[in-house]
């Protein structure tokens, strides 16, 4: 079982660049979460998908972040364009509804904008 | 709307000392309650979990008690180790089960040999 995977581990890049990060949730899971953790504001939820499908997107930041989950398998997040503010680590979880909802975390992408 | 608070941290012990983590939960119905934990350097991983009132989730020497009369899910473990050192976070999933978690702002636990 490879759990979730994520990519990349870290990313640095400078103000103004077009940052994506990307996940592949376990295998058989219909639930998609992108959070993201920073000292100050600890742990956000940003976005959710069931079935692929965005449910809730009250945790985005603003326009400059979206998300998209084209396929059960593969889910991107995306930062255009980055802020120095937007440095955190970014985590993504899956889950199957109805297993009382125990998400399984990645290891996280640590994005840092200069 | 649902929600989660944790004592604040840092909690700091000393190696085999008796540790206790406060959680208590506002919901409707019947929330399903996890505690995760978050070794430095990693995502959260599920410690313990509990789905209804009275049961007790247990792992690794760690245990809580869902109490639906206190709306709480309080940590315990009788003897921490220096391995025990990590953040805590204590969730609910809302009874409407839409598969999201509802995290609590995380303690921090340093344990020294």
């Known amino acids: 079982d490879a759990g979730v995977i994520q990519s990349p581990r870290h990313e640095v890049t400078e103000m103004g660049q077009e940052v994506t990060l990307r996940c592949k949730p376990i295998s058989g899971h219909n639930s998609l979460f992108w959070y993201r953790q920073t000292m100050m504001r600890g742990l956000e939820l940003l976005i959710y998908f069931n079935n692929n499908v965005p449910i809730d997107d009250s945790g985005m930041p603003e326009d400059r972040f979206s998300a998209k989950m084209p396929n059960a398998s593969f889910s991107t997040l995306k930062i255009q364009p980055s802020e120095p503010r937007d440095s955190a680590v970014y985590f993504c979880?899956?889950?199957?509804?109805?297993?009382?909802?125990?998400?399984?975390f990645g290891p996280g992408t640590r994005l840092t904008v200069l | 709307g649902d929600s989660v608070t944790q004592m604040e941290g840092p909690v700091t012990l000393s190696e085999e000392a008796f540790l206790t983590i406060n959680c208590t939960y506002t919901a409707t119905g019947y929330p399903s309650l996890f505690w995760y934990v978050q070794y430095p350097g990693e995502g959260l991983q599920l410690l313990l979990k509990a789905t209804k009132a009275d049961d007790k989730g247990s792992n690794k020497g760690f245990e809580a008690t869902y109490r639906k009369e206190t709306t709480s899910f309080h940590l315990e473990k009788g003897s921490v180790q220096v391995s025990d050192s990590a953040v805590y976070f204590c969730?609910?999933?809302?009874?409407?089960?839409?598969?999201?978690?509802?995290f609590g702002q995380g303690t921090t636990l340093q344990v020294k040999p």
């Open positions: 969730a609910l999933s809302p009874a409407s089960n839409t598969g999201k978690l509802i």
């Open positions: 979880a899956s889950t199957t509804t109805g297993l009382y909802n125990e998400q399984f």
